[in-house]
């Protein structure tokens, strides 16, 4: 059951980090702490744990790592936030058994293993800050429904038990925003860079946008472009694969708050 | 007639520019010194020049300013050359009446007037060498054709007696190069920067990408998006309009040949 949502939208990232530590709040966190780096989470024992790196380094675009456990067992992050404990800092989890999803909770400290390694990933959220604050409509944030994400026929490439197709997101704009918005978005390599494909959805292996695999689809005007950038549930897809008798990620929308700022994740190479 | 080709790609500008001041080259420029800047020119009596200075100013993506005389009556550019003689530096030039081409002369010492100014304008060619050299092929390029150029119903901003439609270049790509394209080209503001549209070319007023109003037609895959950048042929439309008694630009592709690099073009903000 979804608890009352103690958070609002002023807070700072420690500040939900705290909410969800004490468990009063368990929701989606997108909207809050706004300029603070959200991040996707994978948990994972320390022999898969390897090669899950080494697929995050092969697919940086769908799987951005900003960091992980120092070594095997460390719940902490101190890249991300002094005190963060991730066994408990996120609203929701999910637990994950042969592939499959049993469990939902909303901490894990029961679950953790000596030889568990957290890892973070870069989320679009950062990215569409950025273009909102250049004035850009997000089709789903202004028609108040989850982004459209589609399995696509792009074979990441595969590492151990980790492959399988890239998952991309979808935001319509027309071309002048979206010129813009893939010069914005390429100043963000860690949380996925620019979009990947523009335009017809066919070529990347998209049937319909109407019937998204994941998320809500979003209405589409005469004049608009669809954008695909490269998204963060590609990782889910491969843990789907690699059917781990036992892993842990954040349930999708439940982000990881951190102390980083979005402005601090800008190249400027 | 045009003269025999002097001129090889292995040439300085100031090379090229000393074959054209000794009437030994006559010839489009394209491809020719490579890495080295090359311009649109627009010379103009000091009244006009006024307001042809305004209107460069308030249409910066088709017609982006690198130099211009120091006062009226000079003929040399020195930001662009330190040898420059804007009459002669010209393989080929055109003269304007009441707003037509009378005559393409290949020097223009005789009609040089005291109170002229010389306007040397960003071209395409130094962002067409940008992405040739990040392995994106150039239809134009490729095809051994001139550049297919469109009228658009996109409007200038008027200055003085200059006005009219913005005139794009088009060049076709797939997706993911038009995407890498975007973020080279955003990165060359001083020759017409980032394109101005993608996509559907009956949003900005163009029928048929296959009768273009200048240039040549190039092939269209069926993987391809069409890219629009803002031209350097719209000041010459402005120039039609404005019907002065008299007025030079260059021949279109008998560019300015500068000592300035491309990649002193580069902004980094």
């Known amino acids: 059951m979804t608890k009352m949502v103690a958070a609002t939208n002023k807070m700072t990232g420690a500040e939900i980090r705290a909410l969800c530590r004490s468990s ?29 790196e080494t697929f995050c380094r092969l697919n940086p675009r769908p799987c951005p790592l900003l960091a992980s456990s120092a070594e095997p067992g460390a ?24 592939g499959q999803v049993v469990e939902q909770p909303n901490e894990i400290t029961q679950l953790w293993q000596d030889d568990w390694v957290a890892f973070a990933l870069g989320c679009s959220f950062s990215f569409e800050e950025a273009l909102t604050q250049a004035g850009i409509d997000i089709r789903n944030i202004s028609e108040g429904v989850n982004v459209p994400m589609y399995r696509t026929h792009i074979d990441c490439s595969p590492a151990g038990p980790f492959e399988g197709k890239m998952v991309v997101s979808m935001r319509p ?25 523009l335009g017809n959805p066919g070529l990347i292996g998209i049937d ?62």
């Open 24 to 52: 009063d709040f368990d929701n989606q966190t997108s909207g809050l702490a706004p300029g603070f780096v959200q991040c996707n989470v994978v948990i994972l024992p320390a022999d898969a744990a390897t090669h899950f």
């Open 173 to 197: 704009m027309p071309a002048a925003e979206a010129i813009e918005a893939i010069q914005i978005c390429a100043r963000y390599p860690s949380v996925h860079g620019a979009p990947i494909h």
């Open 75 to 98: 719940y902490q992050l101190p890249a991300l936030g002094s005190d963060i404990d991730i066994r408990t800092d996120l609203p929701r989890y999910r637990v994950w058994k042969n």
């Open 208 to 269: 319909d946008l109407q019937r998204p695999d994941f998320g809500d689809p979003v209405s589409l005007r005469e004049d608009d472009i669809p954008l695909f950038w490269a998204c963060g549930v590609t990782p889910q897809v491969a843990l789907e694969a690699a059917r781990l008798p036992l892993a842990i990620t954040h349930e999708p929308g439940h982000m990881l708050v951190t102390d980083l700022k979005n402005s601090e994740l800008v190249s400027h190479s």
